[in-house]
């Protein structure tokens, strides 16, 4: 069986790497035409094909950043549709703090989802919520 270090030593290789990339652009092409059938088939393989470039690109990485600070709210979506482990991690920590803020002001949540929580005046600091070391998702993503 292959083990994690030699699984990420196969896909470190560059010609894997170039593969990845050469075929996340297709599917990228590809997404608009099959997105002409009917049902959600292009969202699913332009998404695929994304994740596939930004796994292997630094210059689309530091683009979809760019584009997340750009618009806050799409990027959480396309975090959220793209399945990254530190869209549900960043989630989790607004979550726990809507929490510990309406557990301070009694029970009162912020107006609308996706907004940040705003701190009463004098109050401590809202923490983020406890990691265990052995957390899997305290991974960079």
Do not use: C, N
Request: aromatic share 10%; charged share 25%; no cysteine.
């Amino acid at each position: 069986m292959i083990t994690r270090a030699q699984w990420r030593a196969f896909i470190d290789h560059p010609v894997v790497e170039w593969t990845i990339f050469a075929i996340g652009v297709l599917l990228l092409l590809v997404a608009p035409l099959v997105g002409a059938i009917p049902g959600p088939g292009g969202v699913v393989v332009a998404g695929i094909g994304l994740a596939m470039v930004l796994k292997t690109s630094m210059w689309a990485r530091r683009h979809y950043v760019r584009f997340k600070r750009w618009k806050p709210h799409w990027g959480r979506w396309t975090d959220w549709a793209l399945r990254r482990r530190s869209h549900f991690r960043r989630e989790r920590m607004r979550k726990y703090r809507e929490q510990k803020l309406a557990d301070s002001e009694g029970g009162a949540a912020p107006a609308a989802i996706g907004q940040a929580p705003v701190q009463p005046a004098g109050a401590a600091p809202i923490e983020t919520p406890p990691e265990s070391a052995g957390d899997p998702e305290r991974r960079a993503d």
